[in-house]
């Protein structure tokens, strides 16, 4: 089993701000995938990342996996409420990270 | 295009009972999967279907857990006998392509929130 740890566990932004998560492994991934689930819902995909150093931007949201494949981290610029919200991320054995929670203050 | 249904959304029971989710796939995914999520946990996977097959059951707890996909459809999920430890959201994924180890998109359900007492 390749264990996948996201941190912060927590994270509680004003409006306007930047920040970063990350979901970091020991081992090698041949994918990595992240979602966003909010509450009563199912996780969304957001994106899959397959090539190490690869960047992939979404809107105000910037992907990067790590060169060696064992790692990835989330930023998003000017955080808005719309993106509060679990961020897991998930490898390509179909295991999640515990997530980050996300809250954006008006 | 209609997404994964899950039925029921709610259910909560005794311990030692028994009890079953049902989870309809989108049409045309032949890769299904069933997740548990513990409160404040990411998603584990129980068990992964390609279209009647299991591809992957290594973390389900065959003692008490079970789950079929008769028809390469539809599927179901039991737990007998439930335990207080089982209280959880029970997720229902597909996606169009998958295997061991390949990860196509997936789609999830909103999922069943059993609390066991």
């Known amino acids: 089993t390749q264990l996948l740890e996201q941190s912060p566990q927590f994270l509680s932004i004003q409006e306007g701000e930047n920040l970063t998560v990350y979901c970091n492994s020991s081992?090698?991934?041949?994918?990595l995938q992240w979602y966003r689930q909010e509450p009563g819902e199912g996780p969304v995909l957001l994106v899959t990342?397959?090539?190490?150093?690869e960047v992939k931007k979404l809107k105000r949201l910037t992907f990067q996996f790590g060169d060696a494949r064992k790692d990835s981290s989330l930023h998003i610029t000017a955080a808005q409420p719309g993106d509060t919200g679990l961020y897991l991320c998930?490898?390509?054995?179909?295991?999640f990270g515990a997530g980050t929670r996300l809250t954006v203050k008006p | 295009e209609a997404g994964v249904a899950q039925s029921p959304r709610y259910k909560i029971i005794e311990k030692r009972q028994s009890v079953a989710f049902w989870c309809n796939p989108i049409?045309?995914?032949?890769?299904l999967y069933w997740y548990q999520q513990i409160l404040g946990q990411g998603p584990k996977l129980l068990i992964q279907?390609?279209?009647?097959?299991?591809?992957?059951d290594s973390q389900l707890p065959k003692d008490r857990f079970s789950a079929e996909r008769l028809k390469g459809v539809d599927s179901t999920l039991k737990i007998q006998p439930a335990k207080l430890e089982d209280s959880a959201v029970y997720l229902c994924?597909?996606?169009?392509?998958?295997?061991?180890?390949?990860?196509?998109?997936?789609?999830f359900g909103p999922g069943t929130r059993l609390t066991v007492t």
């Open positions: 994924a597909s996606s169009l392509v998958g295997g061991a180890n390949i990860v196509g998109e997936q789609y």
């Open positions: 081992s090698v991934f041949s994918s």
């Open positions: 990342v397959v090539t190490g150093g």
């Open positions: 998930a490898g390509n054995d179909m295991r």
């Open positions: 049409s045309g995914h032949a890769t």
């Open positions: 279907f390609q279209n009647n097959g299991v591809v992957d």
